[in-house]
């Protein structure tokens, strides 16, 4: 039953120094995004990318969005045409390639399997991110059981896509 009393001295701070320290963070908040965003356009600047997508809306909009970061795009409408390419390729001449999972002729899963299993060992290690509309936990791992090294969920959320292709290029 024993009572205590507690005193504590607090100085007021000016109300003017709390609103600068605000905008101070702000300021700091807004400096880390855009050494953020210069480190990644950095990272993807002329990094090229093949995009395996059969729907003609969804590929235009990729492009869109992995150009205004700096990649150069080369595309293929279905899993054999990615495969073709990725054979015929450089050695490095594909930083990744993003690869939709349901499409004709070979799909996605298909088409990673034969590019894995290219002679050439340099072109078939290429980093393969799966996107597909399909969010299901099976899904996943099936993708990185024939040797996808990612995964990104349709609608595409710019910030998962970016951030998944900073991972692995890094």
Request: charged fraction near 30%; proline fraction near 2%; glycine fraction near 6%.
């Given at each position: 039953?024993a009572?205590?009393?507690v005193?504590?001295?607090f100085a007021?701070?000016n109300?003017?120094?709390?609103e600068l320290?605000?905008?101070?963070?702000?300021?700091?908040?807004?400096?880390r995004?855009?050494?953020e965003?210069?480190y990644q356009?950095?990272?993807?600047?002329?990094r090229?990318?093949?995009?395996?997508?059969?729907?003609n809306?969804?590929r235009?909009i990729?492009?869109?969005?992995?150009?205004?970061?700096?990649?150069i795009v080369?595309?293929?409408?279905?899993?054999q045409?990615?495969v073709e390419?990725?054979?015929k390729?450089?050695?490095?001449?594909?930083?990744?390639?993003?690869?939709?999972?349901q499409?004709?002729?070979?799909?996605?899963?298909?088409?990673t399997k034969?590019?894995?299993d290219l002679?050439?060992?340099?072109l078939a290690n290429?980093p393969?991110?799966a996107m597909?509309?399909?969010?299901?936990g099976?899904?996943?791992?099936k993708a990185?059981?024939?040797?996808?090294?990612?995964?990104?969920?349709?609608?595409?959320?710019?910030n998962?896509?970016?951030?998944?292709?900073?991972q692995i290029?890094?």
């Open positions: 039953g009572e205590f009393t005193k504590v001295m007021l701070q109300v003017n120094e709390v320290a605000m905008e101070d963070t702000v300021e700091q908040k807004a400096l995004e855009q050494k965003q210069e356009r950095a990272l993807f600047e002329n090229k990318i093949l995009l395996v997508e059969d729907n809306l969804n235009e990729a492009r869109i969005l992995l150009k205004e970061q700096g990649f080369d595309e293929a409408v279905n899993g045409e990615a390419k990725i054979a390729a450089e050695d490095g001449e594909y930083a990744l390639v993003l690869m939709d999972i499409m004709p002729i070979m799909d996605g899963y298909e088409a034969a590019i894995r002679d050439n060992r340099i290429v393969i991110v597909t509309a399909n969010a299901f099976e899904e996943r791992q990185y059981a024939c040797g996808m090294n990612g995964y990104v969920t349709k609608p595409i959320d710019i998962v896509l970016f951030e998944t292709l900073k290029i890094e």
